[in-house]
């Protein structure tokens, strides 16, 4: 996950270890900005193939107000299993989680 936000980080962890799903905190590396810089834009909206939840995540952090808590989950890998020939469901379970927990 991806978010500039340490207390967002740290409930979405114990959402996470509730739900028995595996989440862990990356950080928002400023240099692969590089591989996000355009000749007719402001800039690309995806980074090349090395980095790619990394990019998604500081493209994102662009259009997010510093007001705003937010959160990048990079779920393309474990969202897809090969050997069911189907969906996962990953990370359902801690976003159900962490909205119970945050609504009131």
């Known amino acids: 996950m991806y978010t500039p936000n340490d207390e967002m980080a740290e409930e979405i962890s114990k959402a996470a270890e509730i739900a028995g799903e595996k989440f862990w ?6 240099s ?3 591989s996000m810089k ?11 193939r090395a980095g790619g939840s990394i990019t998604a995540a500081l493209f994102l952090k ?3 107000d510093e007001n705003v808590q937010w959160l990048h989950i ?3 890998g474990p969202v897809w299993s090969e050997k ?6 990953f990370a359902v379970s801690t ?3 962490w909205v119970l927990e945050n609504s009131s």
């Open 25 to 30: 905190r990356m950080p928002l590396e400023e």
């Open 32 to 34: 692969y900005w590089e």
């Open 38 to 48: 355009s000749g007719i834009a402001d800039m690309v909206n995806t980074g090349g």
């Open 62 to 64: 662009q259009y997010v």
């Open 74 to 76: 990079d779920m393309a």
């Open 84 to 89: 069911k020939r189907g969906a996962t469901g």
């Open 95 to 97: 976003l159900v989680e």
